[in-house]
């Protein structure tokens, strides 16, 4: 156990270095560290993917904190469009939780492949952003919210990769979007999160010291350092650089993405 539980905090440092030197949620790099690792603890095969996104989804919420009191202090949060969101993506992670909780694990798996896929395609191409806000879409807001929340419950993500290219399309400035997407994938990982664990609950197959499909050693291990070194790789993101270590790092989410279809 303790070995697992060192092995944890070494992918919270990891994913916490990543999200702020690339702006992207850890759940890119964490749902398949915890997944290989729980296979290798030999947890129940039908079981570890799920874990996987549960666990992930979890450690979110204590990095989304971290990253909203930051963007506050910025002023870069419009306040207005995370209150349109915030409804459906609350419904959507909800959502999000059910469905992974009904479809097979492969399945899921490939959901996840097939999302790593696309944002080593985004990272790859470096999309154009705008940098200031112009006209607002209130509906567009209600109705993306549902989606947001769903897929990013069902891969155990942020939702930062959804978001920001969302707001950003609606003629949002990048640093609001940011900030903006911080902001929402804390009720993305409280709901659910919050749904993974009732969902879970009394499942005699689940290993000890999990609370529902959350196991509680790996959400402690990634949250405590992850917290740690996101700001470090925030800093760095200004003195690297940063458009050239994302075409190394997609080709890095490439080769996760492989190891996984061949695990």
Same mark, same amino acid.
């Given at each position: 156990?303790?070995?697992?539980?060192?092995?944890?905090?070494?992918?919270?440092?990891?994913?916490?270095? &990543?999200?702020? *030197?690339? %702006?992207? @949620?850890? !759940?890119? #790099?964490?749902?398949?560290?915890l997944l290989w690792l729980f296979t290798e603890q030999q947890f129940p095969e039908n079981q570890a993917m799920i874990m996987a996104v549960a666990t992930s989804l979890a450690t979110i919420i204590m990095t989304?904190?971290?990253?909203?009191?930051?963007?506050h202090k910025l002023g870069n949060i419009l306040w207005h469009r995370v209150y349109r969101l915030t409804p459906g993506i609350v419904t959507g992670s909800v959502a999000g939780?059910?469905?992974?909780?009904?479809?097979?694990?492969?399945?899921?798996?490939?959901?996840?492949?097939?999302?790593?896929?696309?944002?080593?395609?985004?990272?790859a191409r470096q999309f154009p952003a705008n940098d200031k806000e112009g006209k607002q879409y209130r509906? &567009?807001?209600? *109705?993306? %919210?549902? @989606?947001? !929340?769903? #897929?990013?419950?069902?891969?155990?993500?942020g939702g930062g990769t959804l978001t920001v290219p969302y707001l950003v399309g609606r003629q949002v400035a990048i640093k609001n979007a940011?900030?903006?997407?911080?902001?929402c994938g804390l009720p993305i990982a409280i709901s659910g999160a919050a749904a993974y664990g009732l969902?879970?609950?009394?499942?005699s197959a689940l290993p000890e010291w999990s609370l529902g499909y959350i196991y509680l050693p790996a959400f402690l291990g990634i949250s405590?350092?992850?917290?740690?070194t996101a700001p470090i790789g925030a800093k760095l993101a200004y003195q690297l650089p940063?458009?050239?270590?994302?075409?190394?790092?997609?080709?890095?989410?490439?080769?996760?993405?492989?190891k996984m279809l061949m695990q």
């Open positions: 156990m303790l070995e697992f539980f060192l092995l944890t905090m070494l992918v919270g440092l990891v994913a916490g270095l &990543l999200a702020g *030197l690339f %702006g992207l @949620g850890g !759940g890119v #790099v964490i749902v398949p560290a989304s904190i971290s990253s909203l009191l930051s963007h939780a059910i469905v992974a909780d009904g479809v097979a694990p492969d399945q899921l798996k490939w959901l996840f492949i097939g999302y790593l896929c696309y944002v080593a395609l985004r990272m509906r &567009l807001d209600y *109705l993306a %919210g549902p @989606g947001i !929340g769903l #897929v990013s419950s069902l891969l155990g993500i940011v900030a903006i997407s911080s902001v969902l879970g609950w009394g499942n405590v350092c992850s917290m740690l940063a458009k050239k270590l994302k075409r190394y790092f997609s080709v890095l989410i490439l080769i996760i993405a492989i």
